[in-house]
């Protein structure tokens, strides 16, 4: 069997550690990931190993050289970039192989791996580990005996059902490595592995219990260090040659390696302190990493999970924010205080909260225009467009740092979030942002939600920074794109209705539009309907004298509308049931998410001044009132809760709901009650959309969902 150590990747979530050094040589405990590795190789009887390299490929190999703890060393060099199946392709040798990940720390019992992959007669085994946060792995779903039944890329927390992460760690048969086509870029997880499945592969995951750390990030390179110092019986390490000033005080987890000298009366707690690294006297360190030849002023404060460059010097008496990351060479004068990373290529940390909403950084011009160079670059769209309600100033920033990466930005001044989908379609636009309330919200324009890997990937262009700025693009007015769509909302309602109409929103912008589209209508002082629009569409509601449409109502009475005109429609995800029975009665179809085609979404589903167009031309058009339309409608309630969870979210629904997940939402169905139940992206909410006969039975199914929840927290 041929063992290949992937050791190609950049790390830049661990800079500035990684900036001037390999990922696999980042030490913990003074020993580099790849070395613990080699050594683990020796211990379980192996020989030798293939290291597949890319990144600084040069300075790894000089270090390890052709002997690493007993195991003979080859290497196989990357030109550009393969992926994980396409290196290991280029090193293979013809023989079965274990695929190892040379930047992370492990301690997995090999032999056993061999033999449950042997056992099993399998094509592939991938060694699993439990992790507290699903999202940032790949994840494995596998029947009682392992075998492997789905996987899930790091998905976003609300498709998380599962905590059994993908480390990276596989024996492949020689079989399934000689269908991986040479010097094309390829991965296992995303393609290697789902085509084995599709095609009716034996395909096993092994938990592994032993230590396991991916060391992806500051955070998990210190979480690993403390693990470690905690397993040999240490509170901290000192190694022998560095030097400690009196009165300075080591603690949780600390690591001080040889070289580095600390001055007196400072404080350190979970930080490592590099070699030859110096820190003057009165210094404050809480879970940072200070990397090699460091110089530290007296008397500097450093916040948690910040990170100092290689032959940095910071003056005295500085503050040093928590999280910001200083570059390789930085010198940083005495005094100041810095809020935000010192290098183009720092990191500030962008997180896109429910429907993409710009969350975890400050909105200001800065931010806004790095923003907007990330939605560039991620994107990589010839034109992008957007649209504001307010904050012209927001906009301005906004669009100028799209335009200065080439990208041209169709806008919309004073304009609804219909509006701007609606135009986007029209200009056929793949994405949109939309800036209302002082929030940015950044979204596909076919189903308004982006995709989890388009997420991650604007997060980390944006995390990264590393953004040079291009040709300016144009700023084109879509004014054009507003006629239309009034005229297409005009098109819509009636030219005669029994009934007036009133319209209550929080976007002043929204009232203006439906009195403009039924100027000149012929509505008479028939039946009072009275529509409120929310902050988002699934607010909007109608009352009337004798009674109220709720929003799925709506939805029904649009839905009806296009049937009855010979027309399909697609609805969002937890749209109502019965708009597909409805659906089939009348010899139509209903999409969820997105057709066939990628149209997307049916504008009245996006839009709530298109959900009440539709619903009144559903009145006009049977010449009902709403009384008649509510009688008409199934006796069903429609329920909303939302409900916080302590902690271990997705592996408490896969443990307690595992035979209820249907795409990605569990539907937990009682008497009289379906629920859908998804965690929200934060990974400590629960969102539970319930159809039911009653509020009584809806109150049951989400009391019982949440209860057997909390009943088997860990």
């Not at 190609?8 to 001037?20: C, F, M, N, V, W």
């Not at 539009?513 to 000149?520: D, S």
């Not at 996006?606 to 049977?622: C, H, M, N, Q, T």
Request: overall charge negative.
């Amino acid at each position: 069997m041929q063992i290949i150590i992937l050791a190609g990747g950049e790390g830049t979530r661990l800079r500035p550690l990684t900036a001037d050094t390999p990922k696999p040589l980042v030490r913990v405990l003074g020993i580099s990931a790849i070395e613990r590795l080699t050594a683990l190789l020796f211990r379980n009887g192996f020989k030798e190993a293939t290291i597949a390299d890319f990144y600084l490929a040069d300075k790894l190999e000089a270090t390890l050289g052709s002997f690493s703890n007993g195991i003979r060393l080859s290497y196989v060099r990357e030109d550009t970039p393969l992926g994980t199946a396409g290196c290991v392709r280029k090193a293979w040798n013809g023989d079965d192989v274990m695929v190892l990940s040379g930047d992370g720390v492990c301690e997995f019992n090999l032999p056993k791996i061999v033999d449950f992959h042997e056992r099993n007669d399998a094509d592939v085994t991938i060694v699993s580990h439990e992790v507290s946060d699903p999202r940032e792995y790949g994840l494995v779903t596998a029947d009682e005996t392992g075998r492997v039944v789905g996987f899930s890329e790091k998905p976003a927390y609300d498709s998380c059902l599962t905590d059994l992460a993908n480390t990276g760690a596989y024996i492949i048969s020689k079989e399934i490595i000689s269908r991986i086509p040479e010097n094309e870029k390829v991965d296992f997880a995303s393609d290697i592995f789902p085509e084995v499945l599709a095609t009716h592969g034996r395909i096993f995951t092994i938990p592994e219990t032993g230590i396991w750390f991916d060391i992806g990030d500051i955070s998990s390179l210190l979480s690993c260090q403390t693990v470690l110092l905690d397993k040999e019986g240490k509170d901290y390490l000192i190694f022998e040659g560095a030097s400690v000033g009196e009165g300075t005080t080591v603690t949780g987890g600390s690591v001080i390696e040889q070289g580095a000298t600390v001055g007196r009366n400072c404080r350190i707690q979970s930080s490592l302190l590099m070699n030859g690294s110096s820190m003057g006297d009165g210094c404050e360190l809480n879970r940072c990493v200070i990397c090699e030849d460091v110089t530290i002023g007296r008397g500097v404060t450093f916040g948690g999970l910040s990170a100092v460059g290689s032959g940095s010097v910071i003056g005295s008496a500085v503050t040093i924010d928590p999280g910001v990351k200083i570059s390789p060479g930085s010198k940083i004068p005495a005094g100041i205080r810095v809020r935000r990373d010192v290098t183009p290529s720092g990191y500030k940390l962008l997180e896109l909260g429910e429907g993409g909403r710009a969350d975890g950084i400050e909105l200001t011009t800065e931010n806004l225009l790095t923003l907007g160079k990330a939605i560039a670059r991620a994107f990589n769209q010839e034109a992008i467009t957007v649209g504001y309600s307010d904050s012209e100033g927001m906009f301005e920033a906004l669009s100028l740092g799209i335009r200065s990466c080439g990208t041209a930005v169709y806008y919309l001044n004073n304009a609804t979030f219909g509006e701007t989908v609606f135009a986007a379609r029209r200009l056929k636009t793949r994405y949109c942002a939309y800036i209302s309330g002082g929030s940015v919200r950044i979204f596909r324009s076919g189903n308004c939600e982006l995709a989890r890997s388009e997420e991650r990937s604007l997060c980390e262009k944006y995390n990264r920074t590393e953004l040079k700025d291009s040709v300016t693009a144009s700023l084109i007015n879509a004014d054009a794109e507003r006629k239309l769509y009034l005229d297409e909302l005009r098109s819509i309602l009636p030219e005669k209705f029994a009934g007036s109409v009133q319209i209550s929103s929080k976007d002043p912008r929204e009232k203006k539009l439906f009195i403009e589209a039924t100027a000149g209508l012929d509505w008479t002082d028939g039946e009072k309907l009275r529509f409120t629009i929310g902050r988002s569409i699934e607010d909007t509601s109608c009352e009337f004298p004798s009674g109220r449409f709720s929003y799925e109502q709506l939805l029904l009475l649009s839905c009806r509308l296009h049937y009855s005109d010979g027309e399909n429609v697609v609805l969002p995800e937890r749209a109502p049931l019965v708009c597909d029975e409805y659906a089939k009665e009348s010899g139509r179809e209903v999409f969820r998410l997105s057709p066939p085609d990628e149209g997307g979404l049916s504008q009245f589903s996006v839009d709530p001044l298109f959900l009440v167009a539709e619903s009144i031309g559903y009145l006009a058009k049977r010449e009902i009132s709403a009384s008649v339309a509510l009688s008409e409608l199934p006796d069903i309630c429609y329920y909303h809760k939302t409900a916080r969870i302590a902690n271990g979210l997705p592996k408490l629904l896969n443990r307690e709901f595992a035979g209820n997940r249907q795409g990605s939402d569990i539907i937990v169905e009682s008497a009289g009650a379906r629920a859908y139940v998804r965690p929200l992206k934060s990974g400590k909410e629960l969102q539970m959309y319930v159809e039911s006969v009653s509020q009584e039975a809806a109150n049951a199914i989400c009391d019982d969902i949440i209860s057997r929840l909390r009943a088997h927290q860990s």
